[in-house]
């Protein structure tokens, strides 16, 4: 097919060179950008997620360390070590609720701009964001309770006798 027209072509224009392009790859070259910027943006995601874990996780550590003392004396007097647990990850997971409440609207707004530069537009679900807040409370958690079990596994004798 592609011949025939490459011979009708050549009868009508006999000085132009035929040069044609497939409809799908022109649409494909138009995406290579965004596909591009996909790429970078998943590359630069893994990459804070990973330090922030870091981060979490050595401030975890750190508040552990600070109230090993607290925790001896909770776990003298009776408590548990998953309330010891939720004591050590309530306040990590309520800096991960503030954070999910100032950064939804911002990433909202700049993803909505980003949208309407394409012809064709969709709409940002709001469980997007919560399935979003979620996964970064989860993997918050799951940062934090190794230490905050670590800690209340520990034996309360030696937190008390450090003074």
């Known amino acids: 097919m592609l011949a025939e ?3 009708l072509w050549k009868a009508v224009y006999p000085n132009e060179k035929f040069e044609y392009a497939f409809y799908d790859d022109t649409i494909a070259r138009f995406y290579e950008k965004e596909q591009k910027t996909a790429q970078l943006m998943n590359t630069a995601m893994g990459i804070a997620i990973f330090i922030s874990c870091m981060g979490l996780f050595g401030l975890a550590t750190f508040t552990a360390q600070q109230r090993t003392r607290e925790i001896g004396i909770r776990k003298v007097l009776g408590a548990s070590a998953a309330s010891i647990t939720t004591m050590l990850s309530k306040d990590f997971i309520l800096l991960v609720a503030i954070a999910l409440a100032v ?3 911002v990433a909202w707004y700049c993803m909505q701009r980003w949208l309407e530069h394409f012809a064709y537009r969709t709409t940002i679900a709001w469980w997007i964001f ?3 807040g979620l996964s970064a409370m989860l993997i918050a958690l799951l940062t934090v ?3 905050a079990v670590k800690a209340a596994l520990a034996s309360p004798v ?3 006798r450090v003074e």
């Open 5 to 7: 027209i490459g011979g």
């Open 145 to 147: 309770s190794f230490q």
């Open 130 to 132: 919560a399935v979003a």
């Open 103 to 105: 950064a939804a609207p």
């Open 158 to 160: 030696k937190s008390l």
